[in-house]
């Protein structure tokens, strides 16, 4: 049966060692198991991961171009660690586009799909889920808010903020006891987008990017306090 098929052209090529290694160190990262700050020695994690050094170095770079792994002179690489400056900055912009979006997207009554199937799909965690799989879903939500605009700048703009958006909710992971808090959280933000009632939904997105700002902030200064003590 198969010969009589045409060649359509392409080929699914197999996850390669590096893709893999980098796939398991992002998962590490997104459920907690490597705080921020932690450093990654490269001939250790290289023996762990069962891979060769040199792959290991290229894995880290694809996180690195992430923005969840940076490279430090003379300590090697290392969890990308938010700063408070930086929250400030990130979340700054954030609220500047997603209010935006969610001001467009409700007055023009659409809700987005994907935003419904991220609820959705978050609401169906079990308790004890790797944070990774709150994450994507959490990410796809917003994501989807800002797509739905259908403004190129819009989008663009807001893709040059994914990679820190995706670490600041890598780092939440302790604000929540569990991922029913989150779904719950956005089932609450998606409502007034569905009833079209867009003051109640500005207001309800803002308090919610100001609360998570004010979490990681928080979560900063009691990281600091404790580098501090065990120095």
Known sequence: MTENLPD????????????????????????????????????????????????????????????????????????AVLATDDVADIFKLRDALEIEAVRIVTEAG???????RAVSEMSALSADAPWREVVWPDQRFHRAIIDATNSPRLIRAYQGLQSEIVLCLAQLR????????????HEEL????????????????????????????GLHAERSQETESGA
């Open 8 to 79: 359509i052209g392409v080929r699914v090529s197999p996850v390669s060692t590096v893709e893999a290694a980098a796939n398991a160190l992002r998962e590490l990262i997104l459920d907690g198991n490597l705080e921020p700050g932690a450093r990654l020695r490269e001939h250790d994690f290289a023996e762990r991961l069962g891979i060769a050094r040199h792959s290991f170095r290229a894995a880290t770079q694809i996180l690195i171009n992430e923005g969840l792994l940076k490279r430090e002179p003379h300590r090697g690489v290392e969890v």
């Open 110 to 116: 659409v809700v987005p799909a994907e935003a419904q």
């Open 174 to 185: 302790p604000v929540y006891d569990a991922p029913a808090e989150v779904a719950a959280e």
């Open 190 to 217: 998606l409502a007034p987008v569905i009833a079209g009632d867009v003051d109640r939904a500005v207001e309800l997105f803002r308090a919610h990017l100001d609360e998570a700002a004010a979490n990681l902030i």
